[in-house]
């Protein structure tokens, strides 16, 4: 497969999947785009990995794309449509190879059941599978500081914080509880039925207040990235503050439904983004 095509294919997965993410992409260059998409259908492809029960052995498919990653990265091509494109973006925009590694670490850790025992553990957790996703696309926005790595770091733990927020109930589900045992027994909630109920509204405010100061801290994020890419990821930070927002409003309904930002609200979102980083009117690059 030639890059362009493995591009193409890399777009087609990113618009299909990438709820959040893609409005975000819809205002950056082409190149800045593009890359984006490869990244993404990257982080996909080892979500799929881990929460596919049709894989009959996941860990050993999560281990041969850890082999298939090296081999991609050390010039050999594996027979997968997304390498020509993950490879051509991450040269180019010379992204460190360890993030992607410690991305798998973090899906493989979902193998087992989780019980989150402190937020120290849950940070750890949050940093492989969304603060690792920050520090890399932060190398396609451009920036200067290393201050911004930090910056990005955080981000990314408001980003999972808020996931973790909404998944309650599907990732009970799967015997996966993300809320730290230290936190449930400090507000005197079930683990297993998240009861009493009004215990529960307590814990999720008490987290959803820790993942607003996450976002808080990562503010000055935005003005520390090229120009050309703030938009985009103030759109992407005001789409998932929308999604926080939404669980709050709705006094943390996530065991009965999945809270989510309406299309008409992320483009919204979007729009907004662009005029605030280019003047009256919004900027879509081509």
Known sequence: ?????????????????????????????RPRRR????????????????????????????????DDLESALAGRSPNHPL?????????????????????????RSDLEPRRI????????????VASVVGLTII??????????????????IAFQLTNILRDVREDSLKNRVYLPAEDLARF????????????????????????????????????????????????????YSRLLDRIVASNYDVLDRRIRVPTWEKLWTLVSAGVANWGQRPHFPI
């Open 188 to 239: 005197g909630v079930s683990p297993e039925t998240f009861q009493p109920h009004e215990n529960f509204i307590a814990l999720m405010s008490f987290e959803a207040e820790r993942a607003r100061d996450y976002y808080r801290q990562s503010a000055p994020l935005v003005e520390m990235i090229h120009r050309e890419s703030r938009a985009s990821l103030r759109a992407l930070i005001g789409i």
């Open 83 to 107: 390498w020509p494109a993950f490879v051509d973006a991450v040269t180019g925009f010379e992204i460190p190879h360890q993030y992607f590694f410690d991305m798998i670490d973090g899906v």
């Open 35 to 66: 890359a984006m998409c490869a990244i993404y259908a990257f982080m996909r492809y080892c979500d799929d990995l881990s929460d596919d029960e049709g894989i009959a052995d996941r860990p050993a498919a999560i281990a041969r794309w850890r």
């Open 117 to 128: 025992r402190t937020f120290e553990e849950l940070y750890d957790y949050c940093y492989h």
């Open 1 to 29: 497969m030639t890059v362009e095509d493995s591009y193409q294919w890399c777009t087609r997965v990113a618009r299909a999947q990438a709820k959040n993410f893609y409005y975000s992409f819809l205002l950056l260059s």
């Open 139 to 156: 190398h396609i926005f451009g920036f200067d500081s290393p201050d911004a790595l930090l910056l990005a770091e955080r981000c990314g």
